[in-house]
């Protein structure tokens, strides 16, 4: 008899992204610029990492803002990872969802744009973004190693009898004395 289980792990990012002077960037910016968040990812899977982006006055006529994400991570992978994720707004202490939605990404690809409604105009913009994917053929960094630290290191060594310079066996004690040549010059 055989048996076999499949578990299920999904991987979650995290962002909240504050922009100060909103109005100014409006009025300053461009067509097809945008401004772009720090790079977010979850320490499992850091080499998906994630970016937004923020499309504002993207034409004369029609003043909307836009908000997109974009997959900055997988450069040395062809693979498609599908993703889905969830963009809103901070607002008062509550959160409004501007879009939700299931994409496919490669590296650099980006998701469409969606529109973006500033609710209070006299505040910082914080756009909040979450991300849910699986990660299929990715190496997850679940194991850590345990890297020694310099105390433990320093009693290794003083225990293995390494850069000693003498070794005296004293009877009662059952151990040796290491003396280090540093030692005696402090007592000397």
């Given amino acids: 008899m055989f048996s076999d289980v499949t578990k299920l792990e999904l991987i979650n990012c995290h ?81 409004v969802n501007c879009c939700s939605a299931t994409t496919s990404f490669k590296h650099q690809l980006e998701s469409d744009k969606y529109s973006l409604t500033k609710i209070m105009p006299n505040r910082p913009l914080t756009i909040f973004c979450d991300v849910e994917f699986m990660p299929y053929k990715l190496k997850l960094e679940n194991e850590f190693e345990d890297f020694p630290t310099p105390k433990n290191s320093f009693i290794d060594i003083f225990n293995k009898g390494i850069f000693t310079d003498c070794v005296f066996e004293i009877s009662f004690f059952k151990d040796y004395l290491l003396i280090y040549r540093f030692v005696w010059a402090v007592y000397l």
């Fill in 15 to 95: 962002i909240e992204w504050k922009i100060h002077d909103f109005v100014k960037h409006e009025k300053y910016m461009e067509h097809g610029q945008f401004l772009t968040s720090k790079q977010f990812y979850n320490p499992k899977c850091p080499s998906v990492k994630w970016e937004l982006r923020a499309y504002l006055n993207t034409t004369q006529l029609n003043s909307n803002n836009l908000v997109s994400l974009v997959q900055v991570g997988l450069k040395d992978s062809d693979d498609a990872l599908k993703a889905k994720f969830t963009i809103g707004i901070k607002n008062n202490g509550g959160k």
